[in-house]
């Protein structure tokens, strides 16, 4: 992916206005530690057990190594080296480490380490994970100008949600021409790791083919289907089906041999309030502009994996659920969640319930 070498000093400059994520974050600022390849530098977790170390260029290839240590034990696990700049932070539940590795003049790498067991475990296709969600949305004729995260931190309790500001301006890949704005804020769920983008604090730019209508990442095959007041992107043959419902609008989703529920209205909280850690991976993130839980059973086969909006407007609230998926159909569902749009109208006639049979009147 060819990029145009110029601007270093803006680059650290660069930031992206309108974009706030004090409501977002770990209400306690994180410490965070800046070294480069020259710098010898450490910084200690909240709770003092774990240590990340940047040690000076010790190697032939003069690339300075990147150390976790466990302070109980005093032993340390090489992660990498860095091969130029970078900045590192530990969650506020001492749980993970982020590291921002500014590893070219205009390219950023983003690692995240779990120390929850007895060994440092890198979170591992993370950073090819936001690459695919930002590019998403980057035309084929055009290429990034630079690559560079200025607002990065875990979410408000909750170490397994990370929040990350990309900016990246565009330029054409063939012809000369400026660079135009362009930056995303993308939702990074780690347990199961998938990004979502939230909303673009710049300037989006056009369409790229690689999505359909306004969903985020379905790929092209996919087609919308339209339950009235919300609707998503699923792969052909999916069909919705309207359902008798109470005091809810409620139907189905149904494809692949999966069947999707959902109760749209106001009574649609409790469908999900069996699922909790540690048997279920829960997820919180904003989908469609509105904020949403996910859960999703560490075992497959065995719970619900589904999506709850709390409030989508005029008090209403969404629960959309699948059961006992394997691992594949919980796969395709995750990424049909992330396609959830709202806005349609109600349909005109809500189903009744059924009329008891005649023998029980």
């Known amino acids: 992916m ?17 974009v ?14 800046r070294f480069d390849l020259w710098s010898t530098r450490s910084l200690l977790s909240p709770d003092q057990r774990w240590k990340f170390l940047s040690v000076g260029p010790h190697s032939p290839e003069k690339k300075a190594p990147l150390y976790i240590q466990n302070t109980e034990i005093s032993k340390k696990w090489l992660v990498g080296w860095i091969e130029r700049s970078g900045t590192a932070f530990w969650s506020g539940d001492s749980k993970r480490l982020f590291l921002r590795d ?9 690692r995240v380490f779990d120390v929850t067991g007895a060994v440092p475990k890198e979170i591992q296709g993370l950073n090819d994970k936001i690459q695919k969600a930002l590019f998403a949305h980057i035309p084929q004729n055009k290429t990034t100008q630079w690559l560079y995260y200025p607002e990065v931190c875990f979410a408000a309790n909750d170490s397994s949600t990370v929040i990350v500001v990309a900016d990246a301006p565009l330029v054409p890949k063939k012809e000369s021409g400026s660079g135009k704005s362009f930056g995303l804020k993308l939702i990074v769920n780690l347990d199961p790791l998938h990004v979502v983008d939230s909303v673009s604090p710049t300037q989006s730019p056009e369409p790229t083919g690689e999505t359909v209508g306004s969903a985020v990442g379905a790929p092209i095959s996919w087609h919308k289907v339209d339950a009235g007041p919300f609707s998503l992107f699923a792969p052909p043959g999916w069909e919705f089906h309207q359902l008798a419902g109470v005091d809810s609008y409620v139907g189905e989703f149904v494809g692949d041999g999966v069947t999707l529920r959902f109760d749209f209205g106001r009574y649609s909280s409790g469908y999900l309030k069996n699922a909790k850690k540690p048997a279920y991976g829960i997820a919180r993130e904003s989908i469609g502009g509105f904020a949403a ?35 594949t159909q919980q796969e395709l569902v995750l990424k049909i969640f992330e396609t959830i749009r709202f806005g349609g109208a109600m349909p005109r006639y809500v189903n009744p319930p059924p009329l008891p049979p005649k023998d029980a009147q």
Request: proline share 8%; net charge negative.
């Open 293 to 327: 839980k996910i859960v999703n059973p560490k075992t497959p086969g065995h719970g619900l994996t589904g999506v709850y909006f709390p409030n989508v407007g005029q008090s209403n609230g969404l629960c959309l659920w699948g059961q006992d998926l394997t691992s």
């Open 102 to 110: 500014e590893y070219a003049a205009d390219d950023t790498k983003i």
């Open 2 to 18: 060819p990029r145009k070498r110029f601007l270093l000093a803006l680059i650290l400059l660069t930031s992206i206005p309108g």
């Open 20 to 33: 706030d994520l004090s409501a977002e974050c770990d209400s306690a600022p994180a410490k965070e530690v």
